[in-house]
Nanobody, 116 residues
Framework: VQLQASGGGLVQAGGSLRLSCAAS????????MGWFRQAPGKERESVAS????????YYADSVKGRFTISRDNGKNTVYLQMNSLKPEDTAVYYC??????????WGQGTQVTVSS
């Protein structure tokens, strides 16, 4: 199983970025896919997640109304559209797959830096 995250970069506050997570190696139809982030000196936190089959989503309070998680079944890819970015959104972002009761698989991370 492989999760390949991409799309990070440097953006000014108020700008937008779209992260992608390409999943391969098995069927993800029964899984929950998520985006996490970890800023320097802080613990990793959940940002958003989506149930692959139903499309039901979850968002952390800090990103509600600004971030949107979605998936493309045909491409086996999960996206995180990030709008109105703030300096506090600066972190390494990771995608992950939960096949049952735990986050079993993780991507390599992509850096998002928001300048003020």
């Amino acid at each position: 199983v492989q999760l390949q995250a991409s799309g990070g970069g440097l953006v000014q506050a108020g700008g937008s970025l779209r992260l992608s997570c390409a999943a391969s190696g098995r069927t993800f139809s029964g899984s929950r896919m998520g985006w996490f982030r970890q800023a320097p000196g802080k613990e990793r936190e959940s940002v958003a997640s989506i149930w692959w089959s139903s499309g039901i989503t979850y968002y952390a309070d800090s990103v509600k109304g600004r971030f949107t998680i979605s998936r493309d079944n045909g491409k086996n890819t999960v996206y995180l559209q990030m709008n109105s970015l703030k300096p506090e959104d600066t972190a390494v972002y990771y995608c992950a797959a939960n096949m049952g009761a735990a986050w079993d698989y993780w991507g390599q991370g992509t850096q998002v830096t928001v300048s003020s």
